[in-house]
DNA sequence: TGTAAAATCACCCTTTCGGGGGATGGTGGT
DNA sequence: ACCACCATCCCCCGAAAGGGTGATTTTACA
């Protein structure tokens, strides 16, 4: 985006100013690379994230006042081209798995060496997962870990909030929907009129914007 | 465990005759690795899996009656240091995370050189998690769309083992009666015919044990 | 206290579903 | 060779779903 397919417009936010440092000199020695600033306060970076363009962004994960998790989300919203790669000391199942939901690109461990930091850059250029092979094995082992049969792999629309905006009785109803009963059942299950059963899921459809009862049940469940 | 820290022994469970014969002449090339046999039926290789030994499993996904999937636990259960990589052409979502959730330690795809799946092995045997790169960011991928929060949720989920008990075309049809598609949709999308279409549909209700649309779906939607 | 939303009911009409038969060809395993 | 299963197609039929229009009564809340 900054430099077509040029150079690569890397920013870091890094509160260790030594180990920024290091990152600034690897990358200038290399070349392909336009180092755009570092900074060592998350805070005084999501204030000037608007007015920022980068093609990767390098963040540490543990900083004063605010943790680099933080900032992934806002430079997401701001640049969605942007790839970011988060850069720390800790493997924490935790850090990581947080890491990787709020939508960071890849996971480095401070002690990748300088090749590997700029080879996981072009990777993550060209849409890569860079990360450090320990973390690998995390995001492995976190995966392992969930339970099968939970893992909503729902990237669609999915308007969670559409559902919760129905009434008590539309949601009482579309319940009874997805057990599977039939409009008579639903009608005297909850004392009222077949009618009464037909209006409110026409009502259900209306404003979840679906057509029938599976593309209904699927917002509900999925 | 085989060979201590000597040999590695591998075992391919991959219905194309072909490729594993491809496979086993790339590791019997490379020394080091014991090339322990290859299974072109799942169901034969889970039966004679408790008196098998190895160190790696390689597993194919696509297969006849059986998928690689449902291979991955039961080696799990009887070799728990024993690592399994899945190699497969596909790189769905679906199956990159159903392979990671069943406990698969690495994913390749049919694609890699024999220096990576050489590679991927030994990275396997030491505790890593080897993936094609397209893979990897699969996985980044997958858990950027978790809704954050939802790392272990869900509760019931009855017979799941019904909907795995579908066929593929029966699988194909009912997650598309799950989009909310109407049996005629269904059948120009696959290209079949109407009559086709709720044939498939009866016989999936016969299996799954339901009497109609919202059951199924609830089903298969946990 | 007024009014918007929720909840209730009614009538009519068309399309879709669900289930009952039965048939053919292909594949895979015993 | 036979059988089980899969995938495909056909006919028929009644029940269920979906959608339009309009209405009345509660309920909730500004």
């Keep these: 985006m900054t430099n077509g397919s040029d150079q690569i417009t890397v920013i870091a936010v890094e509160d260790d100013t030594a180990y920024s440092a290091v ?47 933080e900032c992934i989300r806002e430079i997401k919203q701001c640049l969605p081209e942007a790839r970011v790669l988060m850069i720390s000391v800790h493997d924490d199942d935790d850090y990581v798995l947080k890491a990787f939901l709020d939508g960071a690109d890849g996971y480095l461990l401070k002690d990748s060496s300088p090749d590997q930091i700029v080879e996981a850059i072009h990777d993550a250029r060209r849409g890569g997962a860079p990360m450090s092979p320990s973390i690998a094995r995390k995001v492995v082992g976190i995966l392992g870990r ?71 049940i699927s917002l509900l469940l999925g």
């Design 23 to 69: 990152l600034r000199r690897v990358l200038e020695q290399v070349g392909r690379f336009r180092w755009d600033g570092s900074f060592a306060n998350p805070v005084r970076f999501l204030t000037a994230l608007p007015g920022l363009h980068a093609d990767v962004f390098l963040l540490d994960i543990h900083m004063p006042r605010l943790s680099g998790l």
């Design 146 to 216: 969930l339970q099968p049969g939970e893992t909503a792999p729902k990237p669609p629309s999915s308007s969670k909030a559409a559902v919760e905006a129905l009434s008590t009785r539309e949601t009482e109803v579309l319940e009874l929907l997805a057990k599977g009963r039939r409009y008579t059942e639903i009608a005297s299950e909850i004392s009222v009129s077949l009618d009464t059963v037909k209006t409110h899921i026409r009502n259900i459809y209306r404003k979840l914007e679906v057509r029938n009862k599976a593309e209904a």
